[in-house]
């Protein structure tokens, strides 16, 4: 769904991205980094969507539906936006 959305809206992703390594929103499931992310453990919980977009995937099952959620409404106001590219 995110790969998908970011095909629609190519900037959305990389416009959260653009002053910092990582976008987490308090309060929020999204997670985005700039590099691959490593637990404790040494797994990785992150997946490359993009050069340089890896996204979070490890969420518990209650999670993964907030995650989802957040995600569609991220898009959904890109689209709202028109998915213009930033200037």
């Known amino acids: 769904m995110v790969r998908r959305g970011h095909r629609e809206y190519p900037y959305a992703l990389?416009?959260?991205l653009a002053d910092a390594a990582s976008y987490k929103p308090k309060k929020s499931?999204?997670?985005l980094f700039k590099e691959a992310?490593?637990?404790?453990?040494?797994?990785?919980?992150?997946d490359e969507?993009?050069?340089g977009i890896h996204?979070?995937?490890?969420f518990s099952r209650?999670?993964?539906e907030k995650a989802y959620s957040e995600y569609l409404e991220l898009f959904k106001s890109e689209s709202d936006a028109?998915?213009?590219k930033p200037r």
């Open 14 to 16: 990389p416009r959260l």
């Open 29 to 31: 499931k999204i997670r």
């Open 37 to 46: 992310y490593f637990g404790k453990s040494g797994t990785r919980l992150t």
């Open 49 to 51: 969507i993009a050069d």
């Open 55 to 58: 996204i979070y995937t490890c």
């Open 62 to 64: 209650a999670d993964l």
């Open 82 to 84: 028109g998915g213009r």
